[in-house]
């Protein structure tokens, strides 16, 4: 039916909005079917009545009043709440029109309660999820292929050192990551599977400092292309940190095993050689020439007895000899010696505090240290430079973010900075294994770090390095303040009363066959008499036999068949009073005072010389020593 044959008012009539007229006076002169549909009174009822009053309207702002919300304008449109005939309240968009004041009123409502539930609903769930993202601890965000930030969380600007959204909208993602290639291979990654998942990575905070994630990285793509990548990013740098931490505490402790190894083999040969020399000392009947020949071999073995020595304490297996320490007092003196001897172009600073307590630590292993670091130091500026020592007292709290293990309550900090050089973070990874030197072959051992890393270790402290390429080096060592007891090592007893003599019986507990008859040699040849075992089981069976009769045992500790601690622990029940002396290339410092406080006598540490040997054994059980008792000496 075309349009001019219907008549608009029916028209009117059908449409889905209410449409009412008014008088002036608000009294309703015209009430559509759609009216009657959305308030559900009918045209009849509603004629006449004023139209505020039927339909209860009130503007939903509570300070706008209806009689002058359209004032003088021809035209008003907004929402107003209004009733129904059933009493409920629906929620309506309203159009008024007039030809000005004292005319009719046109007013046209739509009802959009539904609608506007359902967009509340909506900006709830957007609040809700905006508020999962905002408070995400993972570090999200939507970022374009060219690494243009579109949108972050606060988590995001607070991984990466931004200080607010808006500031790390600015930045670039690439710039965060190691490498561009690191970027180009993210972005092909995506390309290929659309999404990455637990993908390790590496970045960089904005100065620099590394961060550790684990990335999710979404891509979203149209027509095929990449437009945008959504990118999860936890932050995984404190469980990277004590990996890598564990990662090379175990390293240094498998070398240091290693090194024991070797040391204990290399010790052996050591103290046959020492002791065929000594022996050597007592031919009168010699060529000319064989002092000088003693001589080079005596250096040989203390030169290879200092390199087991510098090997075993970066496997921190020497025994400390803990004693309170003036860390101060140390630095002081080092400074002075170091003024003396480094060149002129090096300048010195101290800066100690004053009132630093004194640490329980082995004097000469802490003076090893640092002189280590300024030995590196002074390596590093070749061209002259400041070498800054300084002393302070750090809580331990503080170095818990940093450290696993932090056990004292304060700590002394030493710290060694220079303005050398510095280091790449290639070159710093590796700085604490033993033999890493970037030094021209005969200038470095690769050892000075490693020593630092073990005497650090053996003392429960913790040793930092911050480093920078052509910005200096600063080593941080903290040593804990209070030190247990028990790790200084007890004494032990029944040593023999002047004037009194024990058993002249020694038994000699040896696996190295040479060795054992070398001592036998010398020991019958002091005129003691002499027991000797190859092993633990030998050692306990011929103590059990001769009980009386010895008045010491010589034991080396790492014996076959039963080791030179139980063979001890066996031979301590039989007879309390047994006097033993343990022999060992390396002792750890836990298990020597665990070994005095159990009863043993005295240790010596080999290679030995007979002759220190020979005056603990007569302390122990006499002959007294008389002076001059060797003219045989040179
Ligand atoms: P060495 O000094 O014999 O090379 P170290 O263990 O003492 O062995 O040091 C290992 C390496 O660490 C050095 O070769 C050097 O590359 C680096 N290093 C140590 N200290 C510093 C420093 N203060 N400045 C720059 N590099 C250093
Ligand atoms: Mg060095």
Known sequence: ?????????????????????????????????????????????????????????????????????????????????????????????????TAGAGSPRLQINTDITARRRVEEALRESEERYRRFVTEDFTANLIVRPDGQIVTCNPAFANTFGFDSVEEALSGNFVALLRTRQDAVELLEMVRQQGIVDRHELEMLQRDGDPVYVVARVIGRFSNGELTELQVYLFNDTKRKRLEQQLVQAQKMEGLGTLAGGIAHDFNNILAIILGYTNRLESFRTKPKDVPGAIKVIKEAVERGAALVQQLLTSARQTEARFSSLDLNALVRELEKMLQATFPKM??????????????????????????????????????????????????????????????????????VRDTGSGMSREVKSHIFEPFFTTKERGKGTGLGLSVVYG?????????????????????????PVEHSAAERGGEGGSRIPRGQTAPQTILLVEDEEMLRDLGVEILEGEGYRVIAAKDGMEAVEFFEANRDEIGLVICDLGLPRL???????????????????????YLEPAIRSEMLKAGVLDTIQKPYDFNVLLAKIRSVIGPEEVADEHPELF
Not at 457 to 476: C, I, K, W, Y
Not at 566 to 581: G, N, Q, S, W
């Open 455 to 479: 005497v650090v270790n053996n003392h429960r402290g913790f040793v930092q390095v911050e480093s920078e390429p052509n910005a200096g080096t600063t080593f941080l060592v903290y040593l």
């Open 346 to 415: 090096i300048n010195f600073e101290l800066h100690l505090q004053s009132d630093l307590p004194p640490i329980t630590a082995d004097r000469s292993q802490i003076h090893q240290v640092v002189l280590n670091l300024c030995v590196n130091a002074r390596d590093a500026m070749q061209q002259g430079g400041t070498l800054t020592l300084e002393t302070a007292m750090v809580p331990g709290p503080q170095l818990m973010e940093t450290f696993t293990g932090v056990a004292a309550q304060n700590y002394a900090c030493i710290r």
């Open 1 to 97: 039916m075309p349009d001019d044959f219907m008549d608009p008012a029916d028209l009117l009539e059908l449409a889905d909005d209410a449409i009412i007229l008014t008088d002036a006076s608000g009294a309703i002169t015209y009430w559509n079917r759609g009216a009657a549909r959305m308030y559900g009174w009918e045209k009849k009822d509603a004629l006449g009545q004023n139209v505020h009053a039927l339909l209860r309207t009130e503007p939903p702002d509570p300070t706008q009043k209806l009689e002058t919300i359209m004032g003088d304008s021809s035209h008003w449109e907004g929402d107003l709440h209004q009733s129904r005939r059933d009493g409920e309240r629906i929620l309506v968009a309203s159009r008024w029109t």
């Open 563 to 585: 080791g030179g601690r139980e063979a001890f622990l066996k031979m301590k029940e039989m007879k309390p009073a047994v006097r033993v002396i343990v022999a060992s290339g």
